[in-house]
């Protein structure tokens, strides 16, 4: 039986400078802000500037969330970095944080769960630092989508952001108590017979080029909901948790459509779901953290809080953590 809780100990985000409104989109492919808005809630996303890397935009969030946490990269001994769009096919993307935070103890890798990353690899942290293995984790996800969109399809183009957002998590023995902070329950699942869904049509050992990304987005919309309030109930029975109790519902933010029906089918009060799609677009493995980041910074999510995290993304992949703050 595990006696120690993942405590999140910081939350920090970064956004590339510019960014691209739906109208900038207009000009590019037959669409407009209406049918954008509409369809997806998206106003405008930023796009990384040419030579910023993806680990450019995970070292400046990692950074942030070290500040918030008042810890230096020394305290930090794992380095888990969610993303579909390294630097390089390897090393991993992590590896190029942790020398640009100068740590040379400890571990760093990446995990690839597409939007489902982040999710993955704070379940990943979480069980690293139940064990005992590790003291302090960076959980980063950090993606720059704007590489693998082929810009002249509108019907993914205007879907998707770059950034990126970091949490610190400490081990702390555990207590006992009802309501002491730290992770309470992670849930995670993948059914790959839908890997055609959503997927990049390049890669390293199949045609040796990057690949654009591909979706048919009716298709995955349609599995969305159900998949995501699945993994939700999973972590309401683990935890006894309710719609009712938990006081914030940070999901993915791909779709506002999927967010609203989402939280309404799981009876989560609107006033309780954390919504930045607007502004960041699907930023993949970086929208959970980058829309932590905007409701711990705006003093929303406070201590002692239930936050709830979904995610559903490519493979399908798609999981649940639930967090007392
Ligand atoms: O984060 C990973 C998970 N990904 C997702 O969650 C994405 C899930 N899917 C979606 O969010 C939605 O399916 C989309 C936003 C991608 C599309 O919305 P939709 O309501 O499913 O639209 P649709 O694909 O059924 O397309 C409706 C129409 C089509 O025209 P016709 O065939 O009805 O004449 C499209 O060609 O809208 C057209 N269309 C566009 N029109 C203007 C597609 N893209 C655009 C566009 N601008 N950008």
Redesign the pocket.
Known sequence: MSMIRSVVRGVGAYLPAHTLTNADLAQM????DD??VQ??GIRERHIAAEGEVTSDLALNAARAALADAGLEPGDIDLIVLATSTPDNTFPATAVSVQAGLGITHGAAFDVQAV?SGFVFALATADNFLKSGSFKRALVIGAETFSRILDWSD??TC??FGDGAGALVLEAVPATGAADEPGIMTTHLRSDGRHKNK?YVDGGVSSTKTTGFLR?E??E??RY?VGMITDVIEDAFAATGVTAQSLDWFVP?Q??RR?IDASANKLGIAAEKVVVTVDHHG?T?AASIPLALASAHADGRIKRGDIVLLEA???GFTWGSALIRW
């Open positions: 492919v037959d669409t407009s049918w954008i369809r997806t939007c509108r019907t205007v879907l959503l979706m987005g009716r995955v919309f969305a993915h791909a779709n999927i699907n993949s559903m993304g490519g």
